[in-house]
């Protein structure tokens, strides 16, 4: 674009210069505030109204939430979410920790490793759902291959079992996404201080203790950040459970993003649907705030 | 700190072997769905799940790919194989093009409160999206849209932006401010800086967004399942229903060959590039 000659036409491309740059960002700004914000604030309507199948807008006050809170299968719906949110995050965190430590040993072949290890992280939970749901039947699965070898009084029916199904949920989800724990640790085992640790190898410190001591505590970051993610993912959970275990048996392995979507456009009963997800938002948001919170404070200091 | 292990062969040859086995437990997922769907549907249901197929056979990939009952029609998964990428294509690139762009307003045209608008636009990255399915349905239903694949592409741009402007956005911000100012001077505008000096260097970002963009929207299932229909339906909702009919035989075989064909973009996409998914990975979920 050519200088311009004259003043006139110069202030006036300044003056469009100015508006351009909101002009270019109010359509995203538009979109969050209807789609995201506005949406919200919709559902929030919805938990309060006597909605059906379809929206109304009588309200009810907290007549949703009093209902939701004395459903059988909301209370599955939480109780499964807070056994499957403590085994998967402590187990992803164990494991991801683990294989961290054990990688970061100077191996040969790392890069080869960390594919495999982190590959599943790049399927959908229907696909992994579909591969566990059959590794885990008892027919063809694990149970009839140890039956087929000789195994004959081998029993593994987890998925079958109304108490046990829930944990074949974070077996599969385990497998998901321990590798992307292990990438998180991996990445913060490669920004510790060496110096340090050579001084306290020096010293005559055993390498558990290095560990111990000085390594483990400072992954604080990294942990934090996985734990944030995990619970994400845990409490919005939903995929995994339709294509392992769709639920059931009968309602044993409800969570309470599958208990939202039932209740909401199956069992129209969208106003304890829209009660749930507020109920998930708020979860969410108790987790995420204090996070981003304290992220952001020490960024400033 | 591994001097102590690695002066210690037997400990080397340990951790090696735990490395090992932890590669099988990884992959044995992947190899039982690979072996059987190269097996006729007797070898499974007899107890040989982990064994060698004894009799090859491509036939499952077949019936997944063209025969097998989905839909009202038997037509294979192959019309939601087009689906999918008839809706991650635009999806992404429509995606990725707004992320940019906010992005450089939101580091090099910042105006009083841009900060705040940055916040409240990446707040959308956490939400669980339980919480806009019921207006989104009406939404989309008002526009025209409910149960088509453009519909589906709209849902993804939206819920995607939060994301791709936070990466152009972080990227941006350590690019040198200066540049865009002497442009500026020498009479550039807007959308000549955009053009010529922000997009030529954007390249590993834009790879970042556009690969972790393509893997949640082709792996999402929440969205397919609420607001397609029969005939727009994108590849996991079609294999999850695959998976669940309840009628006539289970054909694990054809389940299997059906797994792998849904995973298959993905997994190449992670193949070729795994290092730029990896870093999506990070950087999506772990700054704030």
Known sequence: ?301 | MSTATRSNPWGRLALYLVLGLFCIYYLTPLYVMLINSFKPLGEITSGGMVALPQDWTSEPWQKAWSEAQVGVEATGLRPYFINSFLMVIPAVAITTILGALNGYVLTKWSFRGSTLIFGFILFGCFIPFQVVLIPMARTLGLLGLAGSVPGLVFVHVVYGISFSTLYFRNYYTSFPTELVRAAQIDGAGFFTIFWRIMLPSSGPIAVVCVIWLFTNIWNDFLFGASFSDFDSQPMTVALNNLVQSSTGVKEYNVHFAGAIIAALPTLLVYVVAGRFFVRGLMSGSVKG
């Not at chain 1, 929030?44 to 379809?54: C, D, E, R, V």
């Not at chain 1, 590794?135 to 694990?142: A, C």
């Not at chain 1, 994400?232 to 009968?250: E, F, Q, R």
């Not at chain 1, 708020?282 to 020490?298: C, D, F, K, M, N």
């Open chain 1, 1 to 301: 674009m050519p200088s311009s000659l004259h003043n006139p036409g110069k202030s006036i491309r300044g003056g469009v210069q100015d508006f351009l740059p909101r002009l270019v960002l109010s359509p995203t700004i538009a979109l969050t505030l209807v789609f995201t914000y506005g949406f919200i604030l919709f559902t929030t309507y919805l938990s309060f109204s006597n909605s059906g199948m379809l929206p109304s807008y009588d309200l009810v006050g907290w007549a949703n939430y009093t209902r939701l809170f004395k459903l059988r299968a909301w209370s599955i719906a939480t109780t499964n979410l807070l056994i499957f949110g403590v085994l998967y995050i402590g187990i992803c965190a164990v494991l991801g920790l683990l294989l961290a430590i054990l990688l970061d040993q100077r191996i040969r072949a790392e890069g080869f490793i960390r594919t495999v290890y982190l590959y599943p992280m790049a399927l959908s939970f229907i696909v992994t759902g579909v591969a566990w749901k059959w590794i885990l039947d008892p027919g063809i699965g694990l149970e009839a291959v140890m039956h087929d070898w000789g195994f004959t009084s081998f029993q593994f029916r987890w998925i079958k079992d109304r108490d046990m199904a829930i944990y074949t949920i974070v077996i599969a989800a385990v497998w998901q996404t321990s590798g992307f724990v292990m990438a998180t640790f991996l990445a913060g085992l490669r920004g510790i201080d060496r110096e340090m640790l050579h001084a306290a190898e020096v010293d005559g410190a055993s390498t558990f203790a290095l560990y111990r001591r000085i390594v483990i505590p400072q992954l604080r970051p990294a942990f934090l950040s996985a734990f944030v993610v995990l619970a994400h993912m845990a409490i919005k959970s939903y995929d995994l459970v339709i294509a392992l275990t769709n639920g059931g048996p009968g309602i044993s392995t409800e969570m309470p993003a599958t208990f939202m979507y039932s209740y909401t456009f199956t069992r129209n009963q969208m106003g304890v649907g829209a009660a749930s997800a507020e109920i998930m938002l708020l979860t969410i948001v108790a987790i995420i705030v204090p996070y981003l919170w304290s992220e952001l404070r020490g960024n400033k200091q």
